[in-house]
């Protein structure tokens, strides 16, 4: 159970390297009291762009926004490269009006959890600033 200072989130991420592609979608909620719908995607390696970012909605409407958003990416031939992780981050990075600010740093919680977990696969884009 996460403590008052951690927010409990969970994520997954998809990749595609078909036809010299080499690009991911990293698809993430937090679930704690303000919850958000996050998805990040760009080039293998890269922090990646903000693709998705829905706040001020239910949890239930923020697994909704990604399980969407990873359905889309799926038909299109991405497949996983991290599998469901559940991970918690600090509370400080989950105020739903900064969530922009804080994608990254969301994002590296959960790679370094993924990655700790063995739920990485090795076809996962490499998060940077995820070795904290």
């Known amino acids: 159970m996460p403590s008052s200072d951690h927010v409990p989130g969970f994520g997954w991420e998809l990749h595609d390297d078909r036809g010299g592609s080499d690009k991911f979608y990293r698809l993430i909620v937090l679930a704690g009291p303000e919850p958000l719908a996050l998805g990040l995607h760009g080039s293998r390696g890269g922090a990646g762009q ?18 969407k958003k990873s359905r889309e990416k799926e038909k299109k031939g991405y497949e996983a490269s991290r599998d469901f992780t559940a991970f918690e981050v ?20 959960f790679g370094k959890t993924a990655r700790q977990k063995g739920t990485e696969f090795p076809n996962a884009s490499p998060i940077p600033g995820s070795n904290f």
Do not use: C, F, Q, Y
């Open 50 to 67: 903000i693709g998705l970012l829905t706040s001020h909605i239910t949890a239930e409407d923020a697994l909704i926004a990604v399980v």
């Open 90 to 109: 600090p509370a400080s990075l989950t105020d739903p009006d900064h969530a922009r600010d804080n994608a990254r740093d969301i994002a590296r919680h």
